[in-house]
């Protein structure tokens, strides 16, 4: 990580334009002529296949070295890359309707409809605009990745890993605020104009490809009617709301004692600084303010308990490796822990947000993290790893079906896992003596809710919002205004001070600049619990479900393998009938988790006014 910086980076230069070269002079195929044979669009998928997978490496090489090495020229060597990736998929996208009314044996017909929704970022055919498009999208990254807040003269500049530390240990609401608004000022210069062209482009690609815009593409990503998709959203949600909205009223009671009134008033939303996150998507980090009285604690706090012990970010990470490797999953490559980004740099800016890839869609298998020794690393390793070892159990299907059945299964996987670290766990890795008794599990639940239940509604904004404004509802002068209608109405949550449109909160939040899609959080915040319940079932677990770990159980991991090697081959009801026994997605099994924490936090609500105007 600490190479010499600029030999190595004109080499690499370099080497990325010559790849670049090669890629421009291999234009797609030209069309053929007469009617279409099923012989004819086999071979038009063989090729296709063949040229994005090469155009993929390319594109995941230039963007890896775009995000673990912030410049200009990174900037615009991924740019590149993106480009050439969206122009071949675009052509290829319209070539393939030529065959849209053969019989086809279903696994190529299936290839065919995944080719036409495979961009998350499509782009106009015409070329400056394109290249317009994908040098806005590197650049609302690299805006993101060199964030910093510069309190004022004398002090130093806070980058995202020290601000998010202030918002998860600091109780001064002043302190809280003016590091909440540092951070949101990230976006505030140039991104809304950047963001409000790269949705206008953006939409003339979605387009371009039948498409009413860019958020009916998202959508139509399920294997389902976009409509009906919808509709499972809203029933996954008014499953889960009333957890929800106990949990709310309880937090924000136990604030109100702790701040006083006047900054957290009963009735009204939770000022969203107070929540011990930046985006207030998860609330673990303020459990010791709202920690039940009179039952048992659990007895420990993971972050103490791993620095303790002495752990370091690869020691983390080795761990985590570990848990995989007990369900018969083989151990990651060596080149994984030659090429991964596992800290933050001294010398140079990164994009600190974690991912995880597989560069060559085979085995080079990385993740980019900044990892700070404590709880919530150690979870979102384990969130990571997931996805390397789902890529690589999909490495041997065709190129097309190298991807999760959906994307809200590749986000659970790892969080499964997660679930999974459990005190008995904890216990076989020596971090604690003892298992914290029966009468902790209300804690224990509530420290879990902070993070997995407060995160629902969270996950459907983003995309509520993105989805607005894609297709025109929300227009460029209503940006702010519609994040925190939809904050209020599904969170509960409000800023600290009053926002207008001078500013871009959603350009704060990492996925809106780096143009991920987010249902598919949503998604696995339900999907992890479904699969928790039913693969701690197979492996013989019992006992209430959040004492039970799939930790070394074979039968857990032959399933867990098997759903993972059917990629995107099939459906994603085959897939979660693989892992569960079940075609539905499914939220009683968090309702099943939690149900002790429902029942607690109820008897605790009694007589409070709970909801928010
Ligand atoms: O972005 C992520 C992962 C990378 S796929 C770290 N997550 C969402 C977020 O941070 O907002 C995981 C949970 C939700
Ligand atoms: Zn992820």
Request: with cysteine.
């Amino acid at each position: 990580m600490s190479m010499p910086r600029s030999r190595s980076s004109r080499r690499l230069a370099v080497a990325l334009a010559g790849a670049l070269a090669t890629m421009l002079d291999s234009p797609v195929a030209a069309q053929p002529q007469g009617p279409p044979t099923v012989e004819e669009a086999q071979s038009f998928l063989v090729d296709a296949e063949a040229r994005l997978l090469d155009l993929w490496i390319q594109r995941e090489r230039a963007s890896w070295v775009q995000s673990t090495y912030i410049t200009y020229d990174t900037e615009l060597l991924a740019a590149r890359a993106n480009e050439e990736t969206i122009k071949a998929t675009m052509e290829l996208a319209r070539a393939a309707t030529r065959y849209d009314a053969l019989e086809l044996p279903e696994p190529w017909a299936r290839k065919l409809r995944l080719l036409k929704i495979a961009l998350t970022l499509p782009a106009p055919s015409d070329a400056a605009q394109r290249a317009e498009l994908t040098q806005i999208a590197a650049r609302m990254e690299g805006t993101y990745g060199r964030g910093k807040w510069c309190p004022g003269e004398g002090k130093e500049c806070l980058d995202i890993a020290a601000i998010s530390d202030l918002l998860a240990a600091s109780r001064d609401p002043k302190e809280l605020e003016a590091a909440w608004q540092g951070w949101h000022d990230i976006s505030t210069h140039g991104m809304r104009e950047d963001y409000r062209r790269f949705v206008e482009l953006g939409n003339a690609g979605a387009r371009e490809l039948g498409f009413q815009d860019l958020g009916a593409l998202w959508r139509s990503k399920y294997d389902l009617d976009p409509v009906a998709f919808e509709v499972e959203l809203e029933r996954l949600w008014l499953q889960v709301k009333p957890l929800y909205d106990s949990l709310h009223c309880y937090v924000r009671a136990r604030l109100t004692e702790t701040y006083g009134p006047e900054v957290v008033p009963p009735g009204k939303p939770i000022p969203a600084h107070l929540l011990g996150n930046l985006w207030a998507q998860q609330w673990g980090n303020v459990y010791e303010l709202v920690e039940p009285k009179g039952v048992a604690d659990p007895g420990y706090a993971l972050t103490e308990r791993l620095e303790k012990a002495g752990y370091d970010p690869i020691k983390m990470v080795k761990t985590g490796e570990a848990f995989f490797t007990s369900l018969g999953l083989a151990p990651l490559p060596e080149t994984f822990w030659e090429r991964s980004m596992f800290v933050k740099p001294r010398d140079r800016d990164v994009v600190c947000h974690a991912s995880a890839w597989s560069v060559d869609q085979k085995d080079d298998l990385r993740i980019k993290m900044c990892i700070q020794v404590n709880e919530e690393d150690f979870n979102t390793i384990h969130h990571e790893l997931g996805h390397n070892f789902y890529q690589r159990a999909h490495n041997t299907q065709d190129p097309l079906f190298r991807d999760g059945a959906n994307d809200g299964f590749h986000e659970a996987l790892g969080d499964t896992l997660a679930l999974s670290v459990t005190p008995k766990y904890l216990i076989r890795l020596g971090l604690i003596d003892k298992e914290p008794p029966a009468d902790a599990d209300v804690a224990l639940l509530l420290r879990q809710a902070l993070d997995k239940v407060a995160f629902l509604p969270f996950g459907l904004v983003i995309d509520k919002w993105r989805w607005g404004v894609f297709s025109g509802r929300i227009p460029a002068d209503r940006y702010n205004q519609a994040w925190w209608d939809l904050k209020l109405k599904y969170q509960g949550v409000a800023p600290p001070s009053p926002r207008s449109e001078a500013q871009f909160d959603p350009g704060a939040k990492y996925h809106v600049p780096g143009n991920t899609p987010y249902m598919r959080y949503f998604l696995a915040h339900i999907l992890q619990f479904q699969f928790h319940r039913d693969l701690t079932a197979a492996a013989g677990e019992t006992g209430p479900l959040h004492r039970r770990s799939i930790y070394g159980s074979r039968v857990a991991g032959e399933r867990i393998e098997k759903m993972m090697l059917m990629g995107a081959s099939k459906p994603w009801p085959d897939a979660l009938e693989t892992l569960t026994g079940s075609r539905d997605m499914d939220a009683s099994a968090v309702l099943e988790y939690f149900a002790p924490l429902k029942t607690w936090l109820d008897e605790q609500n009694r007589g409070q006014v709970c909801g928010w105007q």
